[in-house]
T-cell receptor
């Protein structure tokens, strides 16, 4: 176990549904990340939070809405998704948002949009 | 444009041999380079980090080299075992607008057969 948990592990949703992904880290880290991993593509950084403040949004569509209520929890709210949004969504954390920091990943949520 | 390229094909080797994985990059000047292992259905797990002023780093059966002139890192697993079978990701640690961010390659799938 890496100390980062994600729920649910699997999610199937229709295009009109609203759902949320949850991430929790038990490592006392100050930075948290959302990544999208699609087949045959590299991990794509979606959002970065440092001390609960969003510091990066990599041109992610507004149907993805992150929330970081405290330094241990990170959410990704989903609404009116498209089939091409089906992917593995990974949460990660690091001690600080700085160079040379190791990132600790959760197991991911496998999302299927029908 | 910026690119990170890893061995495009899966790598199949026999148990006991040395596996060598390649990570080439263009139009980047990373301060650090990291290697991660990812098993199917799980998040990446950190293995090694090497700094731009380091030529080589070792950890047990793992060795990483970093040549900033060639813009290449090599990742070696000596005395490979079937349990080493996984996908290995190279990540460049870059200074971005919001701090440091990891830019990942697509990964190389390694299969070690008995």
């Amino acid at each position: 176990e890496t100390g980062v948990t994600q729920t649910p592990r699997h999610l199937v949703m229709g295009m009109t549904n609203k759902k949320s992904l949850k991430c929790e880290q038990h490592l006392g880290h100050n930075a948290m990340y959302w990544y999208k991993q699609s087949a045959k593509k590299p991990l794509e950084l979606m959002f970065v939070y440092s001390l609960e403040e969003r510091v990066e949004n990599n041109s992610v569509p507004s149907r993805f809405s992150p929330e970081c209520p405290n330094s241990s929890h990170l959410f990704l709210h989903l609404h009116t998704l498209q089939p091409e949004d089906s992917a593995l969504y990974l949460c990660a954390s690091s001690h600080e948002l700085a160079g040379g920091e190791t990132q600790y990943f959760g197991p991911g949520t496998r999302l299927l949009v029908l | 444009s910026q690119k990170i390229e890893q061995n495009s094909e899966a790598l199949n080797i026999q148990e006991g041999k040395t596996a060598t994985l390649t990570c080439n990059y263009t139009n980047y000047s990373p301060a650090y380079l990291q290697w991660y292992r990812q098993d199917p259905g799980r998040g990446p797990v950190f293995l090694l980090l090497i700094r731009e002023n380091e030529k080589e780093k070792r950890k047990e059966r793992l060795k990483v080299t970093f040549d900033t002139t060639l813009k290449q890192s090599l990742f070696h697993i000596t005395a490979s075992q079937p349990a080493d079978s996984a996908t290995y990701l190279c990540a460049l640690d870059m200074n971005s607008n919001s701090g440091y961010a990891l830019n990942f390659g697509k990964g190389t799938s390694l299969l070690v057969t008995p």
